[in-house]
């Protein structure tokens, strides 16, 4: 196994290709994490945080559809998740750049 920092924060970084493609943010750290896990040290705990953070966040996003129609409330809940999707991608990228550990607030540990 081989230390790689760039990559790292590469994966991180990767999420804020959903604000260009719509899904890329979660195929490509999906792909880097699943073909350079057993290659890249800390690269399956920085994956696993990301993919959590991200099927969390979904889920997050599917919980706010209905609080739309019902109070209103999903519009802020979709706006707060926004900001989170574009925030934590950045705050653990500068981490993984550190050699620090990833954390994703609100982050359900589906993998673990």
Request: with cysteine.
């Amino acid at each position: 196994m081989k230390e790689n920092k760039q990559l790292l924060v590469l994966i991180h970084l990767s999420q804020l290709l959903d604000f260009v493609t719509g899904i890329g943010g979660f195929i490509v750290p999906l792909i880097l994490w699943l073909t350079k896990k057993d290659e890249i040290i800390n690269m399956d705990e920085h994956g696993k945080a990301i993919i959590n953070f991200r099927i969390s966040m979904f889920i997050y996003v599917l919980i706010c559809i209905p609080l739309i129609l019902l109070l209103g409330l999903g519009i802020l809940g979709l706006i707060i998740l926004g900001i989170f999707y574009f925030i934590f991608p950045i705050i653990n990228a500068i981490k993984a750049s550190n050699n620090e550990s990833p954390n994703y607030p609100f982050s359900i540990r589906i993998i673990k």
